[in-house]
């Protein structure tokens, strides 16, 4: 059993931080390139950040950059998304992924995901 798992979404009022984790069960995620993707009601899915297996080399889109941090600690085989200023744009389903083995961010190339966690941004 190869299995992603996201917590650490809900209700946070605009202004407010959430904390995501993603966790690998079954298998070791320290050599993965690991990707936080969202989906908005009625929009397509889209990258949020990636981070790679070293820790070193991260990506974040437009929308979240200097809002939204990634990181890894892959003793604990988890990888975090810290959002803080949040919006009520940023309400959606986020899902992480792995791409293994591999360093690629795009969603095309992601080997593993969750099943997500909803986070709500709203007054």
């Known amino acids: 059993q190869l299995q992603l798992v996201e917590s650490g979404g809900g209700l946070v009022q605009p202004g407010g931080s959430l904390r995501l984790s993603c966790a690998a069960a079954g298998f070791t995620l320290n050599a993965d390139t690991i990707g936080w993707f969202r989906q908005a009601p009625g929009k397509e899915r889209e990258g949020v950040s990636c981070?790679?297996?070293?820790?070193?080399?991260?990506n974040y889109a437009e929308s979240v950059k200097g809002r939204f941090t990634i990181s890894r600690d892959n003793t604990k085989n988890t990888v975090y998304l810290q959002m803080n200023s949040l919006k009520p744009e940023d309400t959606a389903v986020y899902y992480c992924?792995?791409?293994?083995?591999?360093?690629?961010?795009?969603?095309?190339?992601?080997?593993?995901w969750g099943k997500g966690t909803l986070v709500t941004v709203s007054s």
């Open positions: 981070i790679r297996s070293r820790g070193t080399s991260t």
């Open positions: 992924a792995a791409n293994r083995y591999g360093n690629s961010c795009s969603y095309g190339n992601m080997d593993y």
